[in-house]
């Protein structure tokens, strides 16, 4: 299974660190303040629920970045 933490806004409410969401797959990737982002779409989320993730919060899914930086080749 292929997961990674969500940012997701709460309302206010803190989310749990443990949560993990399963990664469809990866749609993009950028450099925010020096760090390297990739945007996100959750399986099972439709698109605007969509988020840009630091490469920290996706350390289970290997395979989807794999698939992500050989399309981009």
């Known amino acids: ?5 969500k940012s997701e806004n709460t309302g206010g409410k803190k989310p749990s660190d443990n949560t993990e969401y399963e990664v ?3 749609v ?3 450099k925010n303040s020096g760090t390297t ?6 399986k099972g989320y439709g698109k605007k629920y969509n988020t840009w993730e630091p490469a ?6 290997t395979e989807a970045l ?5 399309d981009k080749e």
Not at 1 to 5: F, L, Q, S, V
Not at 37 to 42: D, M, S
Not at 56 to 61: D, G, H, P, V
């Open 1 to 5: 299974m292929r997961t990674g933490k």
């Open 24 to 26: 469809e797959h990866i």
């Open 28 to 30: 993009g990737k950028r």
């Open 37 to 42: 982002e990739y945007e996100v779409k959750w």
């Open 56 to 61: 920290s919060n996706l350390k289970n899914c």
């Open 66 to 70: 794999r698939r992500f930086n050989l």
